[in-house]
């Protein structure tokens, strides 16, 4: 590991040829335990490979996403015989579809004549999303006469930017390699129910994977609900990997339970949907003047409850928000909301 610390085209390069043999066992072994058995060395070595970059909490996290949990679930998937690796894949396609958050469409060819409004409408997305992240980095300058809250909503369209610029540009590459590439988000904003945000529109490579490894075996075995329980639940587990990865700090519990309670409250809004529909009371749904701001402000006072948090705190590593000063913000939110519990412990005490 060593030989690897803060070095990406080291890393890089062990990677890829860790791709080159998962695709070689796979391509000996049948799916199954044997296969399996051949593949848990580049499992192992996946979940451990984000910790050779010690000096930057983003480029650790960054590949914890990458190689730790999408590509290891890939990997998985692929000892069963399942997901979008295929064995028979040239060995660039495999490397790329593996090791990043890619999946290689199957669109027919008579899809290109859009293809050149596509490409000028995701250079215009693209342009704006620059921009964005642009004005958000000159406004961390004054963050102190922000309100926090404001500074966490920042934080949370900064993230979403991020992400919507980084995996474009990847899913770009892989199109100059001669490689058709699904995308990864479908403007998340217009999302006009919580089914439709996470199913739908937003981080579809994670919903797929997710959907392959865990939704589908669930929900054969015991039901719709259980399924999506159970991919929520995994879900806020891999995100608390994820925290572990940027901070270093042991995690605190808050992005299981926000992504707990956003699986309960996808299969509430089901069954509520279904109880109206066979009840004849709503057969249309909401308009989306109504259902996308509902959404909207759901998920965003969920995220500020449990998502940011964990993200903010200033730990070991420096917090995957060490470099625009908003971990202080929910430390001193948090102790804000504390000081009236204290001073009626402090009142009962003394009475």
């Known amino acids: 590991?060593?030989?690897?610390?803060?070095?990406?085209?080291?890393?890089?390069?062990?990677?890829?040829?860790?791709?080159?043999?998962?695709r070689a066992?796979?391509?000996?072994?049948?799916?199954?335990?044997?296969?399996?058995?051949?593949?848990?060395?580049?499992?192992a070595f996946l979940a451990v490979v984000p910790l050779?970059?010690?000096a930057s909490a983003i480029v650790r996290g960054v590949a914890g996403f990458f190689f730790a949990w999408l590509a290891t679930f890939k990997v998985a998937l692929l000892a069963a015989g399942r997901g979008p690796l295929d064995p028979d894949l040239p060995?660039?396609?495999?490397?790329?579809?593996?090791?990043?958050?890619?999946?290689?469409?199957?669109?027919?060819?008579?899809?290109?004549?859009t293809s050149s409004k596509a490409t000028s409408v995701s250079l215009v997305s693209c342009a704006v999303k620059v921009a964005v992240i642009a004005a958000i980095l000159r406004l961390y300058q004054f963050k102190h006469q922000l309100h926090p809250y404001v500074r966490l909503a920042l934080y949370g369209v900064h993230i979403y930017c991020f992400l919507d610029l980084l995996l474009p540009c990847i899913a770009a590459a892989g199109g100059a390699l001669?490689?058709?590439?699904?995308?990864?988000?479908?403007?998340?904003?217009?999302?006009?129910?919580?089914?439709?945000?996470?199913?739908?529109?937003?981080n579809l490579m994670v919903?797929?994977?997710?959907?392959?490894?865990?939704?589908?075996?669930?929900?054969?075995?015991?039901?719709?609900?259980?399924?999506?329980?159970?991919?929520?639940l995994v879900s806020g587990l891999m995100h608390e990997v994820m925290v572990y990865y940027l901070t270093m700090g042991a995690p605190t519990g808050e992005m299981a339970a926000f992504f707990l309670l956003h699986g309960a409250c996808c299969v509430a809004e089901d069954w509520c949907a279904r109880r109206l529909a066979a009840s004849g009371w709503r057969r249309t749904p909401l308009p989306r003047a109504v259902a996308t701001p509902l959404v909207v402000v759901f998920v965003a006072g969920t995220a500020f409850w449990?998502?940011?948090?964990?993200?903010?705190?200033?730990?070991?590593?420096?917090?995957?928000?060490?470099?625009?000063?908003?971990?202080?913000?929910?430390?001193?939110?948090?102790?804000?909301?504390?000081?009236?519990?204290?001073?009626m412990r402090k009142h009962v005490s003394n009475s």
Not at 219 to 232: I, N, Q
């Open 91 to 113: 060995a660039l396609p495999f490397i790329f579809t593996a090791t990043l958050p890619v999946k290689l469409s199957r669109r027919s060819s008579a899809a290109g004549a």
């Open 52 to 54: 050779a970059f010690t």
């Open 1 to 22: 590991m060593e030989m690897l610390r803060d070095s990406v085209p080291t890393v890089s390069m062990a990677v890829a040829a860790a791709g080159l043999y998962a």
């Open 178 to 202: 001669g490689m058709e590439m699904e995308p990864q988000f479908d403007r998340p904003y217009l999302a006009t129910s919580l089914r439709d945000f996470w199913g739908r529109r937003w």
């Open 306 to 343: 449990l998502f940011f948090p964990p993200n903010l705190q200033g730990r070991r590593g420096g917090g995957a928000a060490g470099g625009v000063g908003c971990g202080g913000d929910v430390l001193r939110l948090r102790r804000k909301k504390a000081a009236p519990v204290i001073k």
């Open 25 to 43: 066992a796979s391509s000996r072994l049948r799916p199954g335990l044997p296969r399996l058995a051949a593949l848990l060395p580049v499992v």
């Open 207 to 232: 919903s797929a994977v997710l959907r392959s490894s865990v939704y589908d075996p669930v929900r054969a075995r015991a039901g719709k609900a259980a399924g999506v329980l159970a991919a929520f």
